[in-house]
């Protein structure tokens, strides 16, 4: 593709939503964006991991990558919803950097924009990885890098209140064990179940478990199906099982409800795994149920290692061994334990488990999680997310029925 023709399409791109939005594992600020010099012997790799610096093992991993691929490595983080503006903008300038890493769902926004290339042409080697994990990048029938590594959702529990209560979290199988085990634990004069049901992507994030629970798809919001999963959080609500704030909960602030040791439960992710071991309180993790048993797909979260478009392609084959280096099966292990997140592939994750047992229900958790752009959505993922976490707050407050919030969602989507 000539740069005119790259240029045209970008900037249609740009004009729609990058609004792909992220969820809380997004990171903080992170130092200012550097051009890509185009020098035969420096390479540059964008990443949104602003909170490890020159010394992290993750800097010196890059570093080490550079080394065995001949090549120094420049490395510049970004603020992960800042990094998704750069990419496109630098793609237009005809600037964009070798190795680009960026959240999932952004990867088929940029795909579609013309700004990455294709593991076709990039020869990126995907075969280990999980294909429900690599999903989250395919887009049209191509597929666009390869992830680094994975997080998802799964629901936290206080062992002294469910034992308190007499709950025995093995028979929490479905929706209806789920929900028994509530009353059991309000009856027990605690506090159920605290989740983020915010009107932003985020509440997205944390409704997508159930609602995939339940058998529906996001292509049809308003099934019956669909309507059953926001029917399930409305009625918690009225029964007081979980909290008005869920409202306006982040995922932050969800997990600071569940810290204070009165919560039963806590849907969250493997971010909070360092906090969970602060708590004061023993806890334990179960994967999300599905509506009928079972294990729910939750939404991936993490990031991909892409390669953009370059004028100069003769830079893609050193850019393809720096990605090669940073996803192999020796360096993934250190490098989502770094990060942590649950290894893209059954090898890795195997050797994650084996050195730390506490991973096994996010391994299978991760097993069974799903790209929220998978199924070829891509780009209409965002205008669906948005309608649907609309229908959620419009159900918690009691403005609309669940049947009829998820009407509207559907109407607005079409």
Request: hydrophobic residues 40%; aromatic residues 8%; glycine residues 8%.
């Amino acid at each position: 593709m000539n740069s005119t023709s790259r240029r045209r399409r970008l900037t249609a791109a740009a004009l729609t939503a990058l609004a792909v939005a992220t969820t809380a594992t997004a990171c903080g600020s992170g130092s200012d964006g550097g051009s890509n010099t185009a020098d035969s012997g420096t390479y540059t790799i964008w990443d949104p991991y602003p909170q490890f610096d020159k010394s992290s093992a993750w800097a010196k991993l890059l570093d080490s990558c550079g080394t065995e691929a001949g090549v120094k490595v420049k490395r510049t983080a970004f603020d992960t919803s800042d990094l998704s503006n750069k990419a496109l903008l630098a793609a237009q300038q005809d600037n964009s950097a070798d190795v680009l890493i960026v959240d999932n769902p952004v990867v088929s926004t940029l795909a579609e924009a013309g700004v990455l290339t294709t593991t076709d042409d990039n020869k990126l080697d995907t075969s280990k990885v999980d294909p429900n994990l690599l999903a989250a990048g395919q887009t049209g029938g191509k597929t666009y890098g390869t992830p680094i590594g994975a997080n998802t959702l799964a629901l936290y529990y206080n062992k002294d209140v469910l034992k308190k209560a007499g709950v025995d979290v093995a028979s929490i199988k479905d929706w209806a064990s789920l929900t028994a085990a509530l009353a059991k634990v309000d009856k027990a004069g605690k506090k159920g179940i605290t989740f983020s049901a915010i009107g932003t992507e985020e509440g997205s994030f944390q409704f997508l478990p159930w609602f995939w629970g339940s058998g529906a798809q996001l292509t049809q919001l308003d099934s019956a199906e669909g309507v059953s999963a926001l029917a399930l959080w409305s009625d918690w609500l009225k029964k007081g099982y979980a909290p008005n704030s869920v409202i306006n909960n982040t995922q932050t602030t969800s997990w600071q409800e569940f810290a204070s040791g009165d919560y039963a439960f806590a849907e969250n992710g493997t971010w909070q795994l360092a906090n969970a071991k602060k708590a004061g309180f023993e806890y334990g993790v179960l994967p999300i149920p599905g509506a009928k048993g079972g294990n729910a797909a939750a939404p991936t979260g993490g990031e991909f290692v892409t390669l953009p478009v370059q004028s100069d392609t003769g830079r893609y084959a050193t850019s393809q061994k720096l990605v090669a280096c940073l996803t192999n099966t020796d360096h993934l292990y250190d490098t989502d334990t770094t990060l942590s997140y649950v290894a893209p592939t059954s090898e890795v994750q195997a050797k994650q488990v084996a050195a730390n047992a506490e991973l096994k229900p996010w391994v299978d958790a991760v097993k069974a999680a799903r790209g929220r752009t998978s199924d070829d959505l891509g780009t209409k993922y965002p205008k669906i997310s948005e309608q649907m976490w609309k229908a959620v707050q419009s159900a918690l407050s009691g403005s609309k029925s669940p049947k009829d919030a998820m009407a509207a969602a559907q109407s607005a989507v079409k």
